[in-house]
Structure formats: structure tokens, C-alpha cells
């Protein structure tokens, strides 16, 4: 009995073994596939970061990468509001849909992390209220650049930010 044992623990064992390569060959093919798959950038993204035919300078880049955010918290917030709606509203049929989009993106992660680290911000019912809406608007611009984000999200971001901005005057 002892014996019939020891061979299936044995055979647990190379089991075992077996399985444990299998997950890593699984998760090395996952990960070759995502590296493979984020290495080609919308040409939305091309666009954001190229002139024709000129090199962009570094203040430039830096400018496109801060997505236009002064440090200004205020101004930031209102500017952040304006071109967010615009993209929201923006009709499905335009021609720069996609671009307007990845500006969104770029506009919505670099308000959330120039505020997000800044104690005295962060605690602002403002910034709280505007990083509920642009959590929202962002799962739908960073699924998928085909969604259209609907009328009842829509809706309630842009009742969100009608909140941030009456925080915003009055100082809260």
C-alpha cells in the first residue's frame, strides 16, 4: 500500500512540475502578446507628436505631455472642464474624433497626476468630484476608441464637472 502511495505522490509531483511550466510558458506568451500588441500606437498618438516634416523641441514635448496643465490648480481645473466637454459633446461622425480623444487621455491622466500626490488638492471636494467624472469618461476613452461614451454617462460627467466648478468657486 505504502508503495501505491509513494507512486502517486510521485506522479503528483511531476504533475506538479509539469503545470508550474505550463503557467510560466503562459504567462511569458501573455506578456511577449501584450509588448507585441502595445508596441503599435494609434496614429492618433503619432499625430499628437509630430509636425511635418520638423523635430519637436523638448519644451515642446514637455508642453504635449503635461497636456497644456500650468500648475495653476484653478485654472487647470476650468481649462481641464472646457476641453473635456468639448471632446464629450463632440459629434460621432467628426473627422478628428480620434485625435480629440487621445487628447482627452492625455489631458485626463495628467490632471490626475499633477493633483493626485498634492495633499492639499487631493482633499479639495473639487478634486474628488472631478476624478469620479474622469475616472468615468477614461474607462470609456481607454477601452475603446470606437465606443461612444452614453448619453447617461455623459450626462452625469458633465453634472459632475457643473459640480467642480461651483466647488471651485467657492473655494472648496
Excluded: C, H, W
Amino acid at each position: 500500500m505504502k508503495a501505491k502511495y509513494k507512486a502517486l505522490f510521485k506522479s503528483l509531483q511531476v504533475l506538479k512540475g509539469y503545470l508550474q511550466g505550463l503557467s510560466l510558458s503562459a504567462i511569458t506568451f501573455g506578456l511577449a502578446a501584450l509588448l507585441v500588441l502595445g508596441s503599435f500606437t494609434p496614429s492618433a498618438n503619432a499625430a499628437l507628436f509630430a509636425k511635418k516634416g520638423e523635430a519637436l523641441s523638448t519644451k515642446e514635448i514637455q508642453t504635449l505631455v503635461n497636456a497644456g496643465l500650468t500648475g495653476n490648480y484653478i485654472a487647470d481645473t476650468n481649462d481641464t472642464i472646457q476641453n473635456l466637454r468639448e471632446a464629450i459633446n463632440l459629434p460621432e461622425n467628426a473627422e478628428n474624433r480620434a485625435a480629440v480623444k487621445t487628447s482627452a487621455r492625455y489631458k485626463i491622466n495628467a490632471y490626475i497626476s499633477r493633483y493626485r500626490a498634492d495633499r492639499e488638492k487631493s482633499g479639495l471636494y473639487s478634486y474628488t468630484t472631478m476624478s469620479t467624472a474622469l475616472n468615468s469618461l477614461a474607462a470609456y476613452y481607454n477601452g475603446s476608441a470606437k465606443r461612444a461614451v452614453p448619453v447617461k454617462v455623459r450626462d452625469r460627467i458633465l453634472q459632475e464637472f457643473d459640480r467642480a466648478e461651483t466647488a471651485l468657486s467657492q473655494g472648496r
